[in-house]
């Protein structure tokens, strides 16, 4: 990753980037999404991102990483989250630890719009964070669970593709859903 | 919109836990439509309304005839659940015809023979909540069906039925059982504690037809037991448990052999017949029993618990009430850095207190924190209450952490009186105020 310099002054970007870890404090990471929004933050939270954590294991990190995939807006949700998560409360020591991070997860995500999440999702994918990955995924689920047809299709953007024998074919297959 | 590739949404797919909304995903595109069938999980749940609807002249698919399209129409099952909705369950059934009827008798073997066999070489979860109306009178060999047929299986639970263990064989890879609400035809669970030997987490929970019922397991790690008084004794014998929920009644011979038991919650009514092994490592102990003092002076937990929750539920007979105080329960639990009380335990000890104050012996530093759910009688003063925290405070010097709840029907000012005299007299200690009420839940505030 370090190694794809995109930009024509690739010199100064090297430079740039030994002055970051030099400056750097000890144990902070800086991430740098792909319109260039930067990102300083502790190494525990950039553990959670499993992708960041293998170069650390590997030791090929430098203190700064480009994150090519994911704009500034959705990384900084992400960090957001996974500064929260850093650690997992276990529910038997602390109850109310849980309750308390399940009704910031809650909220966290009360406030985003569909497109929003499913870019969490990609990006969440793409870094290799699980936790985030599987809440998000959770939340979509949630939202569909009780949608008609027509509804699921608005929701992920797709078309209706069935010709309009083989939409009344799969309708009869689960007419059972609609008639419960 | 960015477009999901296909393996993030047969990750969405699979969360939708229910296969009703699955199958409408399917009818959306085409390419839901094949994805879906990359759900390794089929749940089915019949309703309070398809229910009502099949009883009535509206025309519904039958519930069986729709799930044994799903296990069709899909392939490596991994996961299944299926039954019957909880509100079902408290409903009253006075027509006869509900009995004879077989269309929700979920573990009924011939159902079972038409769609097992299929899903035998993948399957690991398996969940079936019958319908206790059509099958409590019908003895059900199911599990010789599932210990046959299903080898993969790691965990299984079957609630509200009739189950025999005859035929039952083996299954080396089951590590998660639950049985609830069930009869069962296994006196001593000899059967269970033969063809499970590997279990780790085992759940019975209103479990009949056991007579000397022992639970014998090398792996055992975390069990729950709710046992009626009918057997004539009941042993756990697991090297290995580290956790244990167990409620019982007046068990005439209770043993418990589980020397590693990090984490013990025990309800029962009368501990005469109850026999411990020795707890080298009990760090968190939950009683609730009105035979309380018997259970903390007879019994030894071991010398590590750090965690104590007591709750004396009745009210004890008055020559006992003047036993138990915050005095005896520390002396008895020295090490512990966190208590919880119930209402009757704290209206137990404030009693105690006020006959013999908090006696002689040295305070003990450890005790961190105290919850309680405070229980103020109409003539307690908020002043005696006040005077007995106070005191409490004064001679346990490391606790500075009190979380109390007060009733929801107490007088609000004589709530905020307690409050702000327990928070002017002691400064130094973390306060956290709440509300409780019977059968509802705790609200902080």
Same mark, same amino acid.
């Given at each position: 990753?370090?190694?794809?310099?995109?930009?024509?002054?690739?010199?100064?970007?090297?430079?740039?980037?030994?002055?970051?870890?030099?400056?750097?404090?000890?144990?902070?990471?800086?991430?740098?999404?792909?319109?260039?929004?930067? +990102?300083?933050?502790?190494?525990?939270?950039?553990?959670?991102?499993?992708?960041?954590? =293998?170069?650390?294991?590997?030791?090929?990190?430098?203190?700064?990483?480009?994150?090519?995939?994911?704009?500034?807006?959705?990384?900084?949700?992400?960090?957001?989250?996974?500064?929260?998560?850093?650690?997992?409360?276990?529910?038997?020591?602390?109850?109310?630890?849980?309750?308390?991070?399940?009704?910031?997860?809650?909220?966290?995500?009360? $406030?985003?719009?569909?497109?929003?999440? +499913?870019?969490?999702?990609?990006?969440?994918?793409?870094?290799?964070?699980?936790?985030?990955?599987?809440?998000?995924?959770?939340?979509?689920?949630?939202?569909?669970?009780?949608?008609?047809?027509?509804?699921?299709?608005?929701?992920?953007?797709?078309?209706?593709?069935?010709?309009?024998?083989?939409?009344?074919?799969?309708?009869?297959?689960?007419?059972?859903?609609?008639?419960? | 919109?960015?477009?999901?590739?296909?393996?993030?949404?047969?990750?969405?797919?699979?969360?939708?836990?229910?296969?009703?909304?699955?199958?409408?995903?399917?009818?959306?595109?085409?390419?839901?439509?094949?994805?879906?069938?990359?759900?390794?999980?089929?749940?089915?749940?019949?309703?309070?309304?398809?229910?009502?609807?099949?009883?009535?002249?509206?025309?519904?698919?039958?519930?069986?005839?729709?799930?044994?399209?799903?296990?069709?129409?899909?392939?490596?099952?991994?996961?299944?659940?299926?039954?019957?909705?909880?509100?079902?369950? *408290?409903?009253?059934?006075?027509?006869?015809?509900?009995?004879?009827?077989?269309?929700?008798?979920?573990?009924?073997?011939?159902?079972?023979?038409?769609? @097992?066999?299929?899903?035998?070489?993948?399957?690991?979860?398996?969940?079936?909540?019958?319908?206790?109306?059509?099958?409590?009178?019908?003895?059900?060999?199911?599990?010789? %069906?599932?210990?046959?047929?299903?080898?993969?299986?790691?965990?299984?639970?079957?609630?509200?039925?009739?189950?025999?263990?005859?035929? %039952?064989?083996?299954?080396?890879?089951?590590?998660?059982?639950?049985?609830?609400?069930?009869?069962?035809?296994?006196?001593?669970?000899?059967?269970?504690?033969?063809?499970?030997?590997?279990?780790?987490?085992?759940?019975?929970?209103?479990?009949?037809?056991? $007579?000397?019922?022992?639970? =014998?397991?090398? =792996?055992?790690?975390?069990?729950?037991?709710?046992?009626?008084?009918?057997?004539?004794?009941?042993?756990?014998?697991?090297?290995?448990?580290?956790?244990?929920?167990?409620?019982?009644?007046?068990?005439?011979?209770?043993?418990?052999?589980?020397?590693?038991?990090?984490? +013990? =919650?025990?309800?029962?009514?009368?501990?005469?017949?109850?026999?411990?092994?020795?707890?080298?490592?009990?760090?968190?102990?939950?009683?609730?029993?009105?035979?309380?003092?018997?259970?903390?002076?007879?019994?030894?937990?071991?010398?590590?618990?750090?965690?104590?929750?007591?709750?004396?539920?009745?009210?004890?007979?008055?020559?006992?009430?003047?036993?138990? *105080?915050?005095?005896?329960?520390?002396?008895?639990?020295?090490?512990?850095?966190?208590?919880?009380?119930?209402?009757?335990?704290?209206?137990?000890?404030?009693?105690?207190? &006020?006959? &013999?104050? @908090?006696?002689?012996?040295?305070?003990?530093?450890? @005790?961190? &924190?105290?919850?309680?759910?405070? &229980?103020?009688?109409?003539?307690?003063?908020?002043?005696?209450?006040?005077?007995?925290?106070?005191?409490?405070?004064?001679?346990?010097?490391?606790?500075?952490?009190?979380?109390?709840?007060?009733?929801?029907?107490?007088?609000?000012?004589?709530?905020?009186?307690?409050?702000?005299?327990?928070?002017?007299?002691?400064?130094?200690?973390?306060?956290?105020?709440?509300?409780?009420?019977?059968?509802?839940?705790?609200?902080?505030?």
């Amino acid at each position: 990753m370090s190694s794809s310099k995109k930009s024509s002054d690739g010199k100064s970007s090297e430079i740039e980037e030994a002055v970051a870890s030099l400056t750097m404090p000890f144990n902070k990471i800086l991430l740098t999404s792909s319109d260039g929004e930067s +990102f300083e933050i502790d190494e525990a939270v950039a553990r959670k991102f499993q992708i960041i954590a =293998h170069m650390i294991e590997d030791d090929c990190a430098g203190k700064a990483i480009p994150i090519d995939n994911v704009t500034g807006d959705i990384l900084s949700k992400i960090i957001e989250y996974a500064k929260k998560h850093v650690v997992e409360p276990d529910e038997d020591e602390d109850e109310e630890a849980k309750k308390k991070l399940d009704s910031w997860d809650a909220k966290f995500v009360e $406030k985003l719009d569909l497109e929003t999440i +499913f870019k969490i999702i990609l990006a969440a994918n793409y870094l290799n964070f699980e936790g985030l990955l599987g809440f998000a995924s959770q939340t979509v689920a949630d939202y569909i669970k009780d949608k008609t047809p027509e509804e699921v299709r608005e929701i992920f953007n797709i078309e209706n593709d069935f010709t309009p024998e083989e939409e009344e074919a799969i309708r009869k297959e689960n007419a059972w859903t609609f008639n419960g | 919109m960015d477009e999901l590739p296909p393996e993030l949404l047969v990750k969405i797919l699979s969360r939708l836990n229910d296969s009703e909304s699955l199958a409408r995903c399917r009818v959306a595109s085409k390419t839901l439509n094949s994805l879906s069938r990359e759900v390794r999980a089929v749940n089915l749940i019949c309703t309070l309304s398809r229910f009502l609807k099949s009883r009535s002249i509206v025309v519904v698919t039958p519930f069986k005839t729709i799930f044994r399209s799903l296990i069709e129409n899909s392939c490596n099952i991994r996961s299944i659940s299926i039954g019957v909705d909880k509100a079902l369950i *408290g409903m009253s059934f006075d027509d006869l015809n509900e009995e004879d009827s077989k269309d929700l008798y979920l573990t009924d073997v011939e159902f079972a023979k038409e769609w @097992l066999p299929r899903v035998r070489e993948d399957l690991e979860m398996l969940s079936i909540s019958d319908f206790w109306i059509q099958s409590c009178w019908r003895k059900s060999d199911i599990l010789a %069906l599932i210990s046959s047929n299903c080898s993969k299986l790691v965990k299984l639970e079957v609630k509200n039925s009739w189950l025999s263990v005859v035929g %039952l064989r083996e299954m080396s890879n089951l590590r998660h059982l639950t049985l609830e609400f069930i009869r069962l035809d296994d006196e001593n669970l000899e059967k269970v504690n033969d063809c499970f030997p590997f279990l780790q987490v085992l759940n019975l929970i209103g479990v009949g037809g056991l $007579k000397e019922p022992r639970i =014998h397991f090398l =792996h055992l790690k975390s069990c729950h037991w709710t046992v009626s008084n009918a057997p004539l004794s009941l042993a756990i014998v697991a090297p290995n448990l580290l956790e244990l929920k167990l409620k019982c009644n007046k068990p005439k011979s209770l043993i418990l052999e589980t020397p590693k038991l990090v984490k +013990f =919650h025990f309800s029962v009514e009368d501990a005469e017949g109850v026999g411990f092994g020795e707890f080298r490592d009990l760090n968190s102990l939950e009683l609730i029993s009105p035979d309380m003092y018997r259970l903390i002076s007879n019994i030894r937990y071991g010398n590590k618990i750090r965690k104590l929750a007591v709750d004396s539920v009745k009210s004890i007979e008055q020559s006992e009430r003047l036993e138990l *105080g915050l005095g005896t329960l520390l002396k008895a639990f020295p090490g512990i850095s966190s208590l919880s009380l119930s209402p009757r335990t704290w209206s137990d000890i404030e009693t105690h207190f &006020q006959s &013999q104050g @908090l006696g002689n012996m040295k305070g003990t530093a450890s @005790l961190k &924190q105290i919850t309680a759910r405070v &229980q103020m009688s109409d003539h307690t003063n908020v002043h005696q209450t006040v005077s007995f925290i106070r005191s409490i405070l004064n001679k346990y010097r490391g606790l500075t952490d009190m979380r109390l709840m007060i009733h929801q029907d107490k007088d609000p000012r004589v709530r905020s009186n307690l409050i702000s005299a327990c928070i002017m007299s002691n400064p130094g200690v973390s306060w956290k105020w709440g509300m409780w009420a019977e059968g509802g839940e705790d609200m902080w505030v």
